[in-house]
């Protein structure tokens, strides 16, 4: 006897495959609400990613052009983390399973660790120091996220035994959740990590970069409001594991946005302007007005750069001043003056007026 089979749910086709119910179930207006604000969210990635790419002409401050390779590399994770909502609203079987398990903590780890190379290029900025350049940059944050792919891996190698995908399912929900928060411990380091060395940019002098470290730590912050606050819903054992989608997918969409929201549109409004010197220190101390120190002198008054003069008794009589003609100058501090006119003796000093005696 056949078994007969489901009707489909109000708002699905009735030849949907059962896997793909929540994505159309208008019982389950989560499932529709959230592929929603993931389909936006990734709409709004991507017009993002073309708009970064269009900026490259307009921004005329290197340091922030040295992050633009980062940012994009970020943004494509942003784009990955909406994108893997669906796998969360999909039900779970042998080919969503993997999929979870693996991009979860690869997506954020690379976002947060394009955030962590950003914060570290802050670092030296705000305290007058050079800027890292842009391949040290996206070296960091490529290489801060490569730890999560081997630790993923290795635990979908070890958890599959190589062939069976749906160990996922069928594992119970109370192990199959505490192994996904256990996959993303390195995750979580990454996070405080992250809002640690963006605590660390308002130490600087240099306070332009500091809003570029506002936004990179109101982001770390939220994202680990986030992540406690699904972590402890989903270990809560009294919690019907039928909200266990329901809390992940939410998870992802919220992560998302407050990435694009909280950092991707305040550097957007950042990158266009222009260079500002005060957020740099003075390239050459030559190159700019010193106070000037008189050496000695009657009359003829000879001026030298506070700095040159010091250190004379050690470097001898002769400067070289960079930046300047080939001439050198000559350190004059001995005594002198421009002669004086003086009147002549006149011959007629011993003249009396008379003759001599003859």
């Known amino acids: 006897m056949t078994t007969p089979i489901a009707a489909a749910p109000s708002g699905c086709r009735s030849d949907l495959d059962s896997r793909y119910y929540r994505l159309c179930d208008l019982a389950e207006g989560w499932g529709i609400a959230l592929e929603t604000l993931a389909a936006v969210g990734a709409v709004a990635t991507v017009a993002l990613m073309f708009a970064l790419v269009f900026l490259i002409c307009k921004v005329q401050d290197s340091s922030k052009r040295k992050m633009l390779p980062t940012q994009f590399l970020f943004l494509l994770g942003v784009l990955g983390v909406f994108g893997l909502t669906f796998a969360f609203i999909i039900k779970l079987d042998g080919a969503t399973g993997p999929t979870r398990f693996f991009l979860f903590g690869v997506l954020f780890a690379l976002c947060f660790s394009c955030l962590l190379a950003h914060a570290f290029n802050l670092i030296k900025l705000v305290r007058g120091r050079k800027p890292l350049s842009w391949l040290v940059i996206l070296s960091l944050a490529v290489g801060f996220s490569l730890v999560q792919d081997v630790i993923a891996i290795e635990f979908l190698v070890l958890t599959m035994n190589r062939t069976n995908v749906n160990v996922f399912s069928q594992l119970p929900a109370p192990r199959r959740n505490e192994d996904f928060v256990m996959l993303l411990i390195y995750v979580l380091f990454l996070m405080v990590l992250t809002f640690v060395a963006s605590l660390l940019v308002f130490c600087g002098s240099f306070s332009g970069w500091k809003r570029h470290g506002i936004h990179i730590c109101l982001t770390s912050f939220l994202s680990i409001a986030i992540w406690v606050a699904w972590i402890i819903l989903l270990l809560i054992p009294d919690i019907d594991p039928k909200w266990d989608d329901t809390i992940l997918s939410t998870a992802l969409v919220a992560n998302g946005w407050v990435f694009l929201v909280f950092y991707i549109l305040p550097e957007f409004r950042q990158l266009p302007r222009q260079r500002s010197s005060t957020d740099y220190p003075v390239e050459d101390a030559f190159c700019k007005p010193q106070l000037m120190k008189q050496s000695y002198g009657v ?37 002198f003056s421009i002669p004086r006119a003086h009147t002549p003796a006149s011959p007629y000093n011993d003249y009396e007026g008379r003759k001599g005696d003859s």
């Open 299 to 335: 009359e003829n008054r000879a001026y030298s750069q506070e700095e040159i003069t010091q250190g004379l008794e050690e470097m001898g009589d002769t400067l070289y001043a960079p930046y300047s003609t080939h001439f050198q100058m000559q350190n004059r501090q001995k005594d």
